[in-house]
């Protein structure tokens, strides 16, 4: 038998924490030389890399992508689609398997911006989605009665709908049917050399140009 004294004695002063994974990717390595571990100090602006879904929130998602980095995806960085925004916290389950591309990267910080639909493009591609005659997902921040609409288009990019710019026929309540936090479309009219505010349109005329030129 062996007294409670020499069981003590018996365990390790430290404990080592080894990384493990069991994705397909890694087990088909075999002998071959095993893929660096994504860290802070290795990961760069544009690349892409898998995730997996830690928690949802109705502005982000988060996401592990090794044992000591997690990273963000902005909900406005998930899809362009406005019905896949509206169902952002349902579209994603905890565990579940995302690819993304790096956006941001603050070492310092250890802050990770990420975005799963600048991961569609192939790696290496510039991502530049805000740009004058596009139309882009926005959501709704505020609303000036009688003055315009203030939309979030990215995590820190904003823009303006002015009341003239909200339909192509006068309406004598042009703000009626949009509220705060409401996913919309929006036309980049112009972008100041600032770029705060962000020039926006949700003019028919607008949008049904830009998509027949997008068409096209």
């Excluded at 799963?116 to 290496?124: M, N």
Aim: hydrophobic share 35%; glycine share 6%.
């Amino acid at each position: 038998p062996v007294s409670v004294g020499e069981e003590s004695q018996q365990q390790p002063d430290s404990t080592e924490l080894v990384e493990l994974s069991m994705r397909p990717s890694l087990l088909r390595l075999g002998d071959q030389p095993a893929r660096p571990t994504v860290t802070f100090q290795n990961i760069q602006q544009g690349q892409h890399v898998v995730g997996y879904v830690h928690l949802i929130t109705p502005d982000a998602l988060w996401v592990h992508i090794g044992q000591s980095i997690r990273g963000r995806v902005f909900v406005l960085d998930s899809s362009d689609d406005i019905e896949d925004l509206r169902l952002f916290q349902t579209r994603f389950k905890a565990g579940q398997a995302v690819k993304m591309e790096v956006l941001h990267v603050d070492p310092a910080r250890q802050q990770l911006d990420l975005s799963i639909k600048a991961a569609l493009k192939p790696e290496g591609e510039p991502y530049d989605p805000i740009k004058e005659g596009a139309i882009v997902p926005g959501r709704i921040i505020s609303i000036a009665p009688g003055r315009s609409i203030n939309v979030q288009l990215r995590s820190h990019t904003y823009g303006q709908i002015v009341l003239t710019e909200i339909d192509d026929v006068y309406q004598p309540k042009p703000l009626e049917g949009f509220a705060e936090r409401q996913f919309i479309n929006c036309f980049i009219v112009s972008i100041p050399q600032d770029k705060h505010p962000i020039e926006l349109s949700t003019r028919k005329s607008r949008l049904g140009e830009a998509k027949h030129a997008q068409l096209n």
